[in-house]
Nanobody, 115 residues
Framework: QVRLVESGGGSVQAGGSLRLSCAAS????????MAWYRQVPGKQRELVAT???????QYADSVKGRFTISRDNAKNTVYLQMISLKPEDTGAYYC?????????WGQGTQVTVSS
């Protein structure tokens, strides 16, 4: 059974930075792609960034140049470094482990950016 636990969310002013972490249990972490999504109430969950098992990354256009996804396979952890945060980055951030139908999800961590 895979369990994902996100941390690192909080409240910051526009222009600030946060680093999110997602720790995974289980033995398949290094073999699968990981992703960060975010969601605001009333809207669909939005893909923010992905990282393959080999480290290839992709980003939503809205975060390119500001967010960096990375992984540490020795720690079974994926990170999302966020800089130059904007109010529109506000939302609940979820990590996803891409395995099986729908993958596995964490409980989410809230990011609030004030102007």
């Amino acid at each position: 059974q895979v369990r994902l636990v996100e941390s690192g969310g909080g409240s910051v002013q526009a222009g600030g930075s946060l680093r999110l972490s997602c720790a995974a249990s289980g033995s398949i972490f290094s073999l699968v792609a990981m992703a960060w999504y975010r969601q605001v109430p009333g809207k669909q969950r939005e893909l923010v960034a992905t990282i393959s098992s080999s480290g290839t990354t992709q980003y939503a256009d809205s975060v390119k140049g500001r967010f960096t996804i990375s992984r540490d396979n020795a720690k079974n952890t994926v990170y999302l470094q966020m800089i130059s945060l904007k109010p529109e980055d506000t939302g609940a951030y979820y990590c996803n482990l891409n395995y099986g139908l729908g993958g596995y999800w964490g409980q989410g961590t809230q990011v609030t950016v004030s102007s």
